[in-house]
Protein backbone atom coordinates (compact mmCIF):
# COMPACT_ATOMS: atom_id res chain seq x y z
CA UNK A 1 0.00 0.00 0.00
CA UNK A 2 1.15 3.20 -0.84
CA UNK A 3 2.06 5.45 1.96
CA UNK A 4 2.67 9.45 1.44
CA UNK A 5 5.98 10.79 2.54
CA UNK A 6 5.36 14.72 2.84
CA UNK A 7 2.63 17.08 2.75
CA UNK A 8 2.78 17.82 -1.38
CA UNK A 9 2.52 13.88 -1.49
CA UNK A 10 -0.31 13.71 0.69
CA UNK A 11 -2.33 16.15 -0.76
CA UNK A 12 -1.79 14.83 -4.64
CA UNK A 13 -2.38 11.35 -3.16
CA UNK A 14 -6.28 12.67 -1.53
CA UNK A 15 -6.59 14.64 -4.79
CA UNK A 16 -6.17 11.33 -6.92
CA UNK A 17 -8.62 9.21 -5.08
CA UNK A 18 -10.81 12.27 -5.23
CA UNK A 19 -10.57 11.90 -9.67
CA UNK A 20 -11.25 8.70 -9.00
CA UNK A 21 -14.37 9.03 -7.08
CA UNK A 22 -15.72 11.56 -9.29
CA UNK A 23 -15.10 9.54 -12.67
CA UNK A 24 -16.52 6.51 -10.60
CA UNK A 25 -19.82 9.45 -10.32
CA UNK A 26 -19.93 9.98 -13.96
CA UNK A 27 -19.47 6.26 -15.17
CA UNK A 28 -22.71 5.79 -12.73
CA UNK A 29 -24.36 8.67 -14.17
CA UNK A 30 -23.80 7.24 -17.47
CA UNK A 31 -25.32 3.97 -16.96
CA UNK A 32 -28.20 4.90 -15.28
CA UNK A 33 -27.40 3.90 -11.37
CA UNK A 34 -29.97 4.13 -9.12
CA UNK A 35 -30.00 7.87 -8.22
CA UNK A 36 -29.20 7.39 -4.25
CA UNK A 37 -25.98 5.35 -5.02
CA UNK A 38 -24.75 8.23 -7.11
CA UNK A 39 -25.48 10.36 -4.25
CA UNK A 40 -23.79 8.34 -1.83
CA UNK A 41 -21.06 8.60 -3.92
CA UNK A 42 -21.22 12.63 -4.92
CA UNK A 43 -20.99 12.67 -1.06
CA UNK A 44 -17.78 10.44 -0.40
CA UNK A 45 -16.38 12.72 -3.66
CA UNK A 46 -17.50 16.16 -1.20
CA UNK A 47 -16.07 14.24 2.14
CA UNK A 48 -12.63 13.53 0.18
CA UNK A 49 -12.03 17.03 -0.79
CA UNK A 50 -13.30 18.86 2.62
CA UNK A 51 -10.65 16.33 3.96
CA UNK A 52 -7.79 17.47 1.52
CA UNK A 53 -9.27 21.09 1.71
CA UNK A 54 -8.27 20.64 5.70
CA UNK A 55 -4.47 18.95 5.16
CA UNK A 56 -3.90 22.45 3.02
CA UNK A 57 -5.23 24.80 5.64
CA UNK A 58 -3.17 22.55 7.97
CA UNK A 59 -0.27 23.01 5.78
CA UNK A 60 -0.46 26.40 5.34
CA UNK A 61 -1.14 27.68 8.96
CA UNK A 62 2.32 25.70 10.04
CA UNK A 63 4.11 27.15 6.97
CA UNK A 64 2.89 30.72 5.63
CA UNK A 65 0.91 31.66 8.53
CA UNK A 66 3.30 30.97 11.07
CA UNK A 67 5.85 32.57 8.67
CA UNK A 68 3.52 35.69 8.39
CA UNK A 69 3.05 35.95 12.19
CA UNK A 70 7.16 35.93 12.76
CA UNK A 71 7.06 38.86 10.29
CA UNK A 72 5.09 40.81 11.56
CA UNK A 73 1.67 40.55 9.00
CA UNK A 74 -0.49 39.01 12.24
CA UNK A 75 -3.52 40.72 10.73
CA UNK A 76 -3.29 39.88 7.63
CA UNK A 77 -2.60 35.91 8.25
CA UNK A 78 -5.34 36.22 10.42
CA UNK A 79 -7.59 37.69 7.35
CA UNK A 80 -6.72 35.40 5.26
CA UNK A 81 -7.42 32.09 7.28
CA UNK A 82 -11.07 33.30 8.66
CA UNK A 83 -11.99 34.21 5.01
CA UNK A 84 -11.28 30.71 3.79
CA UNK A 85 -13.15 29.60 6.90
CA UNK A 86 -15.98 32.14 6.50
CA UNK A 87 -16.53 30.68 3.12
CA UNK A 88 -17.06 27.03 4.40
CA UNK A 89 -19.98 27.88 6.60
Do not use: F
Request: positive net charge; hydrophobic residues 35%.
Amino acid sequence: MYKPKNTHEKILHRLRISIGQLQKVEDMVSKGAYCLDVIHQSQAVQRALKQTDHLILENHLKTCTARDIKNGKTNTAITEVMDIIKRWS
